[in-house]
């Protein structure tokens, strides 16, 4: 075996793996199988995670863990993901710049890197602990007195151009101390892009022409990435317009409100709503080409069932019934009734609705695919289904799954939830109805 090449030798280890990227944990357990047997075998092990690409998922920022951090560095591991913890500290970005320094990232094609609301100083015996473990004392004192926005750079001028694979990122950070240059500096590669920006209390209200600025140089990076197709974003803002040519799936994530969406190849939309507040221009302008939308609202109970909810789920009603190229709607949690009309949808998904939502119409003929949630509950004495379809057929009675196969919804699933019974009419009016007694 000695004369096998390395390639082959960082094929046969590769087999025990649990997958083709291997995390520490793999790396660790090949190294107490083969690494303890001989030297060839250690060597072996070396190579392999020289050449095979690892998924960085543990706590290395811990004190316990710089041993680890520093055997990585000094071996050259190929690293393909990084998910950092909270990095708190000057001591963890110094950690975190010396894995970017010294392992190889030419396959490194995702990263996580999150911020408190700052960092703080390291205690000196934890940066004793890590001179002992045999990090360089450079590294260490790198982020030395550095605010979070240096931090950033400093992170930026660790990774340089060495990351061309690099087409993932994921950054939280407080907004008033967002470093642009950590999403710019790779603006002609990334194809996927979460941002979480938070923070933004009374500092940020008292500089309203500064957060403008903010928003609009975030806005203008997004514009100018040339392979952006998916985005996540969070802020406590409504005022970051999207403009993206290549932008495919964007999923907006609670107390971001989009008011300007400007994606002609937009796709796939995740909206978190508010249904007792919608903007006047609600999906108004980009849903033209909307293939797959969920809608996440908030749990409106019984009490604020008002007429403004009211009409906004008319709204929203009137907006699906004219989107042309609709085929997948999901609806997350509310409670509204919603009326569904629309040629092209194939699917609606509402198992993960609340209590008191419901679908008071569905008039959907091109409909393969209808799960809903129906879990009974005891309401005023009486138990009634969370989700129901009201119109003028007749239940099928009793259910069977053979019935489903003459007409025109295709499947339907209800999990281990309340069964309910369905049929569609020529007219493609779909009426569901309880067929298991109550509880």
């Known amino acids: 075996m000695e004369l096998f090449p390395d390639e082959v030798m960082t094929h046969i280890i590769s087999f025990f793996c649990h997958s083709n990227e291997p995390t520490e944990i793999d790396v660790a357990s090949i190294f107490r199988r083969f690494g303890r047997v001989s030297k060839f075998w250690k060597h072996g092990c070396v190579r392999f995670v020289q050449q095979t690409p690892m998924r960085l998922t543990k706590e290395y920022t811990n004190v316990g863990d710089l041993p680890m ?3 990585m560095c000094r071996h050259h591991v190929k690293i393909k993901e990084i998910t950092t913890r909270v990095l708190e500290t000057d001591l963890h970005v110094s950690c975190l710049v010396y894995v970017l320094k010294y392992c190889d990232i030419s396959s490194l094609d995702f990263i996580n890197i999150r911020f408190g609301k700052n960092v703080s100083k390291a205690f000196d015996w934890d940066k004793s602990a890590a001179l002992e473990a045999g990090i360089p004392d450079e590294i260490v004192k790198a982020a030395d007195g550095m605010n979070m926005e240096e931090c950033q750079s400093l992170i930026v001028s660790s990774i340089g151009d060495r990351a061309r694979s690099l087409n993932a990122l994921q950054l939280d950070c407080p907004f008033e101390d967002f470093h642009l240059p950590l999403v710019t500096n790779f603006s002609h590669q990334l194809d996927k892009l979460m941002l979480n920006v938070t923070g933004q209390g009374t500092k940020c209200q008292s500089h309203r022409s500064d957060l403008a600025r903010k928003y609009e140089m975030i806005s203008q990076a997004i514009e100018r990435m040339p392979n952006l197709r998916r985005l996540f974003i969070c802020a406590y803002t409504s005022d970051l317009p999207i403009r993206s040519r290549s932008l495919e799936e964007l999923e907006c994530g609670w107390d971001f409100v989009l008011k300007e969406c400007i994606c002609p190849s937009l796709k796939n939309l995740y909206l978190c709503i508010d249904m007792g507040n919608l903007s006047p221009v609600f999906l108004s302008k980009f849903s033209h080409r909307i293939e797959k939308l969920t809608l996440e609202s908030d749990h409106a109970n019984s009490d604020s069932y008002n007429d403004a909810v009211v009409n906004n789920s008319q709204r929203i009603s009137r907006i699906i019934a004219s989107m042309p190229h609709l085929k997948e709607l999901r609806i997350f949690h509310g409670d509204y009734a919603l009326g569904i009309n629309s040629k092209s949808l194939e699917k609606i998904d509402t198992s993960k609705s609340h209590i008191g939502f419901r679908i008071i119409e569905c008039v959907c ?27 003028h057929v007749q239940p099928i009675e009793p259910f069977q799954n053979g019935d489903l196969g003459s007409r025109r919804t295709k499947e339907f699933k209800a999990g281990d939830r309340a069964f309910i019974g369905m049929q569609v009419s020529d007219s493609c009016v779909i009426k569901l109805v309880n067929i298991r007694p109550p509880l």
Do not use: D, F
């Open 69 to 71: 951090v520093v055997w």
């Open 365 to 391: 003929p091109a409909l393969k695919l209808l799960k809903c949630g129906c879990v009974y509950n005891l309401v005023m004495g009486q138990y009634r289904p969370t989700s129901e379809v009201i119109s």
